[in-house]
């Protein structure tokens, strides 16, 4: 590792612990979201990193949604943190296990606002139970309908079913998010090179009914952001 690697993961460590403190003292949902932009603006800040909405005129003031978004990048969250700060929506996202028992996102993620997704449960009952208590409080739900973060060289990889089934069950139409600059590639370049100034660029497209079954959310999204697949 470089030595601006050593010192970001330090100072990364330390900031990320010391948010995941505020966010355990905080209830109140527009609370937490402010918590979790100051976080979002100081890490990247730190990272020189901007983030650049294409089309902000589609990003929703208010409103509840299943807000879906392509993932590269361990950041992803971040960035549409800071691309949905002037709307008051606030999400939960949905976070794998392994995410709750980091060292490094531990404290953060549980105490953000999330949904535990344990994949090694053979029920999943207690998980839609927590995105219905979710929903019932009119927030929203924040997913990556990949399932894991995309390490191919595919603009996009298949969608799991969850997402579409999340939407149905919780009558919530989908508002899709798709990151457009490889923010990984981002990320590692500012890691090896912290002075150079770089810009992320995501784009929101058209809100999508979820009663609307006559197009796949996978197809809506290659036709809606033009991918070619």
């Known amino acids: 590792m ?8 330090l100072y990364a460590t330390y900031i990320t612990n010391l948010y995941g403190y505020r966010l355990k003292k905080v ?26 909405v294409i089309n902000p005129e589609k990003i929703p003031k208010e409103g509840q949604f299943l807000l879906a978004s392509n993932h590269r990048s361990v950041i992803d969250p971040l960035i549409i943190e800071i691309a949905t700060k002037n709307s008051s929506i606030f999400g939960h996202w949905i976070s794998k296990k392994e ?67 999340i939407a149905i069950k919780n009558h919530l139409d989908i508002l899709p998010v798709y990151i457009r600059t490889d923010a990984n590639n981002q990320l590692l370049a500012s890691l090896n090179d912290g002075k150079e100034h770089r810009v992320i660029e995501i784009e929101f497209g058209d809100i999508i009914s979820y009663k609307d079954k006559s197009i796949t959310l996978y197809d809506s999204f290659v036709q809606q952001f033009q991918l070619k697949i």
Request: aromatic residues 12%; contains cysteine.
């Open 27 to 52: 209830t109140n949902s527009q609370e937490k979201k402010k918590i979790r932009i100051n976080y979002a603006e100081e890490l990247l800040g730190k990272l020189k990193l901007e983030i650049k």
């Open 99 to 165: 995410l709750y028992n980091s060292f490094f996102f531990g404290l953060f993620v549980k105490n953000a606002g999330t949904i535990l997704l344990d994949r090694e449960k053979s029920q999943m009952g207690g998980f839609f139970s927590d995105i219905k208590e979710c929903t019932y409080r009119g927030d929203s739900i924040y997913i990556f309908p990949e399932g894991t973060r995309n390490r191919s060289k595919k603009l996009i990889n298949e969608f799991k079913d969850g997402s579409r089934i």
């Open 2 to 9: 470089t030595f601006n690697q050593i010192k970001m993961a």
